[in-house]
């Protein structure tokens, strides 16, 4: 675009000339600003010059070029400066008028330049959706090179309201500066009020009037004339300068204690409430801070273990009370550098706020071991809800949440699932001849047992009297008969101790398998239970399952 405009042909007009110094002027203006002294929104009003000057420049391009194409191709270019102007024109007044000295951080700078950037876009490719000039943009005349009268589409009041937003913020921050001064404070800030109106009065004068300057939106040179006003006032009036406040506004009028020391840590100034604090009326000028009565001593030893650290607050017990203390350097600048004057020390008893601290740390601290205690006996209330109290198994409350989830990994991770119903052989005829406190220790030895031989993902539960169930999930049919087989084996081998003797038991299983025999968890019961019956029915002490006859074991000898 920019070669078939060099093409089409530009001129050097009176207008694009003039247009060409000012942006000089503003690049001259920047970057004399640079290499004065500091005051506050410095980088945000040098980033200021840079938008205007990308407005400008813009502009004057706008007017070099002959063609109406080259003209709105211009015209879009500019939009970056357009809203950037006003963007850092909010901020550089926010941080003067408040005397924030702090550079902005990077991360603030691109958080501000995100809109500009993306209205630039939607102007830029305006020939695709003419959302930002409108098809009745055309030159004012049919003359060569004659000025574009733009149609102002949606997008275009959209910017202009964003902008405007930050034009009344401006005028807001300045006009709020203005009412809440006196005397001087408030003549300078009135005539801030009077700069800041200027590209106010200039762009609505375009956007609602159709003013125009050389043909062309008046905004930016408005800008720029206050560009040149405000370094004026800044830097070269020095028009806003800290001025000489009185002394009790920094003293006298505080209500916490406040020191200053010269390097040699004698005190040479004090207000009211340190001397009230300290007992002293007269005499007190240049006494070494560590003979300062009541919290001196202390104060002395904090500031020399704590030598340089003057940007957070520190904290000094003295006589059974907490102050938070402050240090502030008096430094002067020399052509050698800073000199150091002193410090001021600033200090506030915050007793209370400590006890209240302290107390609130306590109550903390015996809340969260109440909340542990709760959590405590609310997982032993879960595990003897969902516990067999006699085996310490699972019982059929945990069963559905167990199986769901391991069904759902199976599933996930496309592996096979066993389930094993379990019942001891004459358990009954047991109970009956031996009593019910052997059957208990039966059970137990038994649940034991079936613990003892599973994995870590398997589970195991108490599902009746002398019941149990038995999920495996990712054993295929051969390794689930076979770990079943094992166990039954190994209890028919063994002998178990009891309150009434050594006991012998045997148990009989029925196997099912997912998803072969059943997709839900009632469904593998059936079939495990169909097996169990066909176990019991072969003569007990053994291992069935109805899809393979070969699956029926033999009894353990």
Same mark, same amino acid.
């Not at 200027?198 to 939106?217: E, R």
């Not at 273990?305 to 957070?312: K, P």
């Given at each position: 675009m920019i070669q078939a405009c060099v093409a089409s042909g530009w001129s050097l007009s009176s207008p694009v000339l003039l247009t060409l110094l000012v942006c000089f002027g503003v690049v001259m203006l920047a970057h004399w600003v640079t290499r004065q002294r500091d005051f506050p929104g410095r980088d945000s009003f040098i980033l200021l010059h840079l938008a205007s000057l990308w407005w400008m420049g813009a502009a004057a391009l706008e007017m070099s070029f002959l063609g109406a194409d080259c003209k709105m191709f211009w015209a879009s270019m500019a939009w970056p400066g357009i809203v950037a102007t006003p963007t850092f024109w909010a901020v550089f007044l926010w941080q003067y008028v408040n005397s924030m000295r702090e550079p902005l951080p990077r991360k603030g700078i691109l958080g501000l330049s995100v809109v500009p950037l993306l209205v630039w876009g939607l102007a830029l490719s305006n020939p695709w959706h003419g959302l930002f000039y409108g098809a009745g943009s055309a030159p004012i005349d049919d003359s060569l090179g004659a000025p574009v009268r733009y149609e102002h589409g949606p997008l275009f009041y959209a910017a202009a309201v964003y902008v405007y937003l930050f034009m009344a913020f401006c005028m807001g921050v300045v006009t709020r500066a203005a009412a809440l001064s006196q005397g001087l404070h408030r003549r300078h800030y009135l005539a801030f009020v009077?700069?800041?109106?200027?590209?106010?009065?200039?762009?609505?004068?375009?956007?609602?009037?159709?003013?125009?300057?050389?043909?062309?939106?008046?905004?930016?040179?408005?800008?720029?004339? $206050? %560009?040149?006003?405000?370094?004026?006032?800044?830097?070269?009036?020095?028009?806003?300068?800290?001025?000489?406040?009185?002394?009790?506004?920094?003293?006298? #009028?505080?209500?916490? &204690?406040?020191?200053?020391?010269? &390097?040699?840590?004698?005190?040479?100034?004090?207000?009211?409430? #340190? %001397?009230? *604090?300290?007992?002293?009326?007269?005499?007190?000028?240049?006494?070494?801070?560590?003979?300062?009565?009541?919290?001196?001593?202390?104060?002395?030893?904090?500031?020399?273990?704590?030598?340089?650290?003057?940007? !957070?607050?520190?904290?000094?017990?003295?006589?059974?009370?907490?102050?938070?203390?402050?240090?502030?350097?008096?430094? !002067?600048?020399?052509?050698?550098? &800073?000199?150091?004057?002193?410090?001021?020390?600033?200090?506030? @008893?915050?007793?209370?706020?400590?006890?209240?601290?302290?107390?609130?740390?306590?109550a903390l601290a015996l809340s969260e071991e109440r909340l542990r205690t709760i959590s405590s006996l609310h997982e032993q209330l879960?595990?003897?809800?969902? =516990?067999?109290?006699? $085996?310490?198994?699972? +019982?059929?409350?945990? *069963?559905?949440?167990?199986?769901?989830?391991?069904?759902?990994?199976?599933?996930?991770?496309?592996? &096979?699932?066993?389930?094993?119903?379990?019942?001891?052989?004459?358990?009954?005829?047991? +109970? @009956?001849? =031996?009593?019910? %406190?052997?059957?208990?220790?039966?059970?137990?030895?038994?649940?034991?047992?079936?613990?003892?031989n599973l994995r870590s993902t398997d589970a195991v539960f108490r599902i009746g009297g002398e019941e149990f169930l038995l999920i495996l999930p990712g054993a295929d049919p051969d390794e689930a008969s076979a770990r079943l087989q094992s166990i039954c084996s190994q209890l028919a081998a063994r002998e178990i101790a009891t309150r009434g003797g050594d006991q012998r038991v045997t148990l009989s299983a029925g196997l099912a398998y997912w998803p072969q025999q059943g997709q839900a968890l009632d469904e593998l019961l059936h079939a495990a239970d169909a097996a169990l019956y066909q176990a019991k029915r072969t003569g007990r002490n053994r291992v069935c399952s109805l899809d393979e006859s070969a699956r029926v074991s033999h009894p353990s000898r």
């Open positions: 009077l700069v800041t109106a200027v590209p106010w009065v200039a762009n609505v004068g375009y956007v609602g009037f159709g003013w125009t300057l050389f043909g062309f939106d008046p905004t930016p040179f408005s800008f720029a004339f $206050t %560009l040149v006003a405000f370094s004026w006032l800044i830097v070269g009036v020095r028009l806003f300068d800290l001025l000489p406040v009185a002394r009790h506004l920094l003293l006298e #009028a505080l209500l916490d &204690p406040v020191l200053v020391v010269d &390097p040699s840590r004698r005190v040479i100034e004090a207000n009211p409430a #340190a %001397l009230k *604090l300290a007992g002293l009326q007269q005499g007190w000028q240049g006494r070494e801070l560590k003979q300062w009565p009541v919290f001196g001593a202390d104060l002395q030893a904090l500031l020399l273990e704590h030598a340089g650290e003057h940007d !957070r607050p520190l904290t000094l017990t003295s006589a059974a009370r907490y102050y938070e203390v402050r240090l502030r350097a008096i430094e !002067r600048a020399t052509r050698h550098g &800073p000199a150091l004057l002193g410090h001021m020390i600033y200090v506030r @008893d915050v007793t209370q706020r400590h006890l209240s601290e302290l107390k609130l740390a306590e879960r595990e003897q809800a969902l =516990c067999d109290p006699l $085996t310490g198994l699972y +019982n059929r409350r945990y *069963l559905d949440e167990f199986f769901a989830r391991e069904l759902a990994r199976v599933q996930r991770e496309n592996l &096979p699932l066993a389930v094993a119903l379990i019942d001891l052989d004459h358990f009954k005829r047991l +109970n @009956d001849e =031996c009593g019910h %406190l052997v059957g208990d220790d039966v059970l137990k030895a038994v649940a034991q047992h079936l613990l003892d």
